[in-house]
């Protein structure tokens, strides 16, 4: 038992020690810039070490950003108000703000927009009622309402969020409501 847990805190700390030399060396290189030689190197650990925890960089900084969004998400599925479900997406936003900032000028931006992609789909299959739709409607307005409501977030942030946090909450509701009605009036014709 005790060799077991040994191995896992090994792993873990390789894990660490991997995270933490891909963002080091993300601070003065691009993404696709950076090789895992130069990322195993940074963090004293062998390659071996990295493919016995990761297939490729990309895994890296899935590992770091994930958590971080999931647990943003859960948190908002299950312990805001429906009310006030946009208005903390809003503020996660803003949370990882530096985080999606970096991953532009890095050159990662797709890793972000994938997890977020995933959570939204949670999100809305958690917080809609979709008996009065299609599964291919569903999947559709989910793909829709998730690449929109990212591109708004994202230029609203790389822009310097100059607008008010509340139209950008406003703005966001019209387009998922109008969005709604409209699938709704084609169901109903």
């Known amino acids: 038992m005790a060799a077991t847990e040994?191995?896992?805190?090994?792993?873990?700390?390789?894990?660490?020690?991997?995270?933490t030399a891909l963002l080091q060396l993300l601070k003065t290189k691009d993404?696709?810039?950076?090789?895992?030689?130069?990322?195993?190197?940074?963090?004293?650990?062998?390659?071996?070490?990295?493919?016995?925890?990761?297939?490729?960089l990309d895994d890296i900084l899935i590992a770091y950003i994930e958590p971080k969004i999931n647990i943003g998400f859960e948190n908002i599925i299950n312990r805001v108000p429906q009310d006030q479900k946009l208005t903390a997406l809003g503020n996660l936003f803003e949370e990882i703000s530096d985080t999606l900032k970096m991953a532009v000028n890095k050159h990662y931006e797709a890793i972000i927009q994938n997890v977020f992609d995933k959570n939204m789909t949670e999100f809305y299959d958690q917080t809609m009622d979709w008996?009065?739709?299609?599964?291919?409607?569903?999947?559709y307005w989910v793909k829709?309402?998730?690449a929109g409501v990212?591109?708004?977030?994202?230029?609203?942030?790389?822009?310097?969020q100059t607008e008010n946090i509340n139209d950008i909450h406003v703005l966001l509701?019209?387009?998922?409501?109008?969005?709604?009605?409209?699938?709704?009036?084609?169901?109903?014709?």
């Open 6 to 19: 040994h191995s896992q805190k090994i792993k873990q700390d390789s894990q660490e020690y991997l995270i």
């Open 31 to 56: 993404f696709n810039d950076i090789t895992i030689t130069q990322v195993v190197k940074r963090a004293g650990v062998s390659r071996m070490a990295f493919y016995r925890n990761f297939e490729t």
């Open 131 to 139: 008996s009065q739709f299609t599964a291919m409607q569903r999947k």
């Open 144 to 146: 829709f309402m998730s």
């Open 150 to 160: 990212y591109a708004i977030w994202r230029e609203w942030l790389i822009s310097g």
């Open 173 to 189: 509701a019209d387009f998922q409501i109008s969005t709604l009605t409209a699938l709704r009036n084609e169901t109903t014709n």
